[in-house]
């Protein structure tokens, strides 16, 4: 039987918290071994990114006096510290659409918007501020849905599991009271309540969407990357998606041809509500559908639940 040269770690070298479901020692299948390693490398990912909040909350806060403003009537509604501008790239990263309550990330999210509002009412707009606000949209609408789903702060750790895996499992075709309040988009699907799966893809108002990432396997794909993809971080000119309406309304998301295009392309297969959308909010720039020959509801046949290249313009 093969066996790794080595411990299963963070690519690295940092130690990380791991339990005897983390040890693929003695497994002879490299599959099976990355997706093991996948999972803790995504848990390290989370708790850093949660440390990295807290570090930056303090000096991201409108009272930690790090706006910079330009007019006096800017000036009038902040404290400024000109040697400490706004690191607006800091700010979105340590976000934590996990923790929506938390002090550090509602004083992140306080602390973008003004930075925001200072600049517009300076009158001087940065069009490359265009790609900030669009990611900072993306995560706060991931924030609001995690307040409708009621996360709490016990559903944050690196290993917590889903609600709707906590109160199922649930009959075929049935719903929990509880899920049957919540708007549509957000209703879970008995795919959803069957695997075992950490909350944060619960925030996806696209139900189709959540059931291929549960198809593809939970730890068969890097999360983050995902992440990075549809919010366009880390250097990423293009976005992956806009929100126009609110967070759990699907008919507000669109998606971008970037995204569409990408090798995170798998994921909106069979998505048609969201190409629908994306298709209407296109026209109503002025630019041409990114998606064609899309049925007008969900129910299509096996033969036609896919979006390939041949369906993007």
């Not at 002879?28 to 990295?52: G, L, T």
């Not at 549809?230 to 971008?256: C, Q, Y």
Request: aromatic letters at 8%; glycine letters at 6%; proline letters at 8%.
């Amino acid at each position: 039987m093969v066996q790794p040269t080595s411990d299963p770690v963070h690519p690295n070298g940092q130690l990380v918290p791991w339990s005897l479901e983390d040890d693929w020692r003695g497994i002879a299948s490299a599959r099976e071994r990355r997706r093991i390693q996948n999972r803790i490398n995504q848990r390290a990912r989370r708790s850093r990114r949660r440390n990295e909040a807290r570090a930056l909350a303090d000096t991201a806060s409108p009272q930690g006096n790090v706006i910079r403003g330009t007019s006096p009537r800017t000036l009038a509604l902040a404290r400024i510290d000109s040697e400490r501008p706004l690191d607006v790239r800091r700010v979105l990263e340590a976000i934590n659409i996990f923790d929506p309550q938390s002090r550090e990330t509602k004083s992140l999210i306080r602390a973008f918007e003004a930075f925001i509002y200072n600049n517009w009412l300076a009158g001087a707009p940065r069009p490359a501020l265009l790609p900030s606000i669009i990611e900072f949209n993306f995560a706060r609408a991931l924030i609001m849905n995690a307040i409708v789903l009621d996360l709490t702060s016990s559903l944050h750790d690196d290993d917590a599991l889903s609600n709707f895996n906590r109160l199922g499992p649930w009959p075929s075709g049935s719903k929990n009271g509880v899920a049957s309040t919540l708007p549509a988009g957000l209703q879970p699907t008995e795919l959803q309540c069957r695997t075992l799966h950490h909350p944060w893809i619960d925030l996806l108002p696209i139900p189709q969407m959540r059931d291929n990432l549960f198809r593809r396997g939970v730890d068969c794909f890097d999360e983050e990357g995902l992440c990075c993809a549809m919010r366009g971080r880390r250097g990423n000119s293009s976005a992956g998606f806009l929100i126009w309406k609110d967070p759990w309304d699907p008919h507000g998301w669109e998606v971008t041809e970037a995204f569409a295009r990408s090798p995170w392309g798998w994921t909106i297969v069979g998505c048609w509500q969201l190409c629908r959308s994306t298709n209407k909010w296109r026209e109503q720039r002025g630019e041409p559908p990114l998606f064609y020959n899309v049925p007008q509801d969900d129910v299509v046949s096996s033969g036609e639940r896919s979006i390939n290249s041949d369906r993007v313009l």
